[in-house]
């Protein structure tokens, strides 16, 4: 596919030291890739990294209240993303879920992968398919299907 990826990290408040951990942890990969993240998010993960002695490439958006969620998904619809790790706080409100739920409804749309816990994305940075020149992923189909005639398209 890339050698090197666009990679966006997305955190909720309540989510940001998880997402600072998940990228330290995580740091030996990340470096060599494009981070682009929210605001808040990218400026923490860059401190932790420069406090770490860890060179990386880190582009700080606007915060996701101030747009950008949105920026973000903008950039998945010009296809500038390649993956995208979003750590989500499910248990409080967000008084910018419209930008949120569009972010997500993109990277789906797009065929972008999407994170939204550590586990997957420890899994999709892990993949093997990101350096297998010969994996070429599918391109989304939104052809209905008929039951009664699955044959028929």
């Given at each position: 596919m890339?050698?090197?990826?666009?990679?966006?990290?997305?955190?909720h408040d309540?989510?940001?030291?998880d997402m600072v951990d998940?990228a330290k942890?995580?740091a030996?990969?990340l470096?060599k890739?494009k981070?682009?993240?929210t605001?808040?998010?990218?400026?923490?993960?860059k401190a932790a990294?420069?406090?770490?002695?860890?060179?990386?490439e880190i582009v700080?958006?606007?915060s996701g209240?101030?747009g950008?969620?949105?920026e973000?998904?903008a950039?998945v619809?010009?296809n500038e993303?390649d993956?995208a790790?979003?750590?989500i706080?499910?248990?409080?409100p967000?008084?910018?879920e419209?930008?949120?739920q569009?972010l997500?409804?993109?990277?789906?749309?797009?065929?972008?992968?999407?994170?939204c816990?550590?586990?997957?994305?420890?899994?999709?940075?892990?993949?093997?398919?990101w350096?297998?020149p010969d994996y070429k992923?599918?391109e989304?189909?939104?052809?209905?299907?008929?039951?009664c005639?699955p044959?028929?398209q």
């Amino acid at each position: 596919m890339k050698e090197k990826l666009a990679i966006a990290l997305v955190a909720h408040d309540h989510r940001k030291a998880d997402m600072v951990d998940w990228a330290k942890f995580n740091a030996a990969y990340l470096s060599k890739h494009k981070l682009i993240c929210t605001g808040t998010t990218g400026s923490l993960i860059k401190a932790a990294f420069d406090e770490a002695g860890i060179d990386a490439e880190i582009v700080c958006m606007n915060s996701g209240p101030m747009g950008g969620d949105a920026e973000i998904a903008a950039m998945v619809v010009r296809n500038e993303i390649d993956l995208a790790v979003f750590l989500i706080d499910d248990l409080n409100p967000q008084p910018h879920e419209a930008d949120i739920q569009m972010l997500l409804r993109q990277c789906r749309l797009h065929n972008v992968p999407i994170a939204c816990n550590r586990i997957s994305a420890d899994l999709i940075i892990s993949s093997t398919l990101w350096s297998d020149p010969d994996y070429k992923p599918m391109e989304q189909s939104y052809i209905r299907f008929d039951r009664c005639n699955p044959d028929k398209q």
